[in-house]
């Protein structure tokens, strides 16, 4: 069985993603994604749903998400 290939770039990223997709493409462990899914958005909670057992982030909503993270990071360092 050969390695998981991992998307780095917003244009390979599928419209409906895992956590593991997630994590891949932040750089983060697929367990800290779970943790920003059970976080609620007014505290920094990234926005997901469940499709029976399956934790799923919409694109739009991730892409959303990361930018608002970025501009808070940027509001604290002014």
């Excluded at 779970?34 to 469940?50: A, F």
Aim: charged share 30%; glycine share 6%; net charge neutral.
């Amino acid at each position: 069985m050969g390695e998981r290939l991992k998307i780095t770039k917003v244009e390979d990223l599928p419209d409906v993603c895992s956590p593991q997709v997630v994590a891949d493409f932040l750089g983060l462990s697929r367990d800290t994604v779970y943790e920003l899914c059970q976080l609620s958005i007014d505290h920094g909670g990234l926005p997901s749903y469940t499709i029976g057992a399956s934790r799923k982030i919409d694109l739009d909503d991730l892409l959303k998400w990361k930018e608002n993270q970025k501009n808070k990071q940027l509001r604290k360092s002014n």
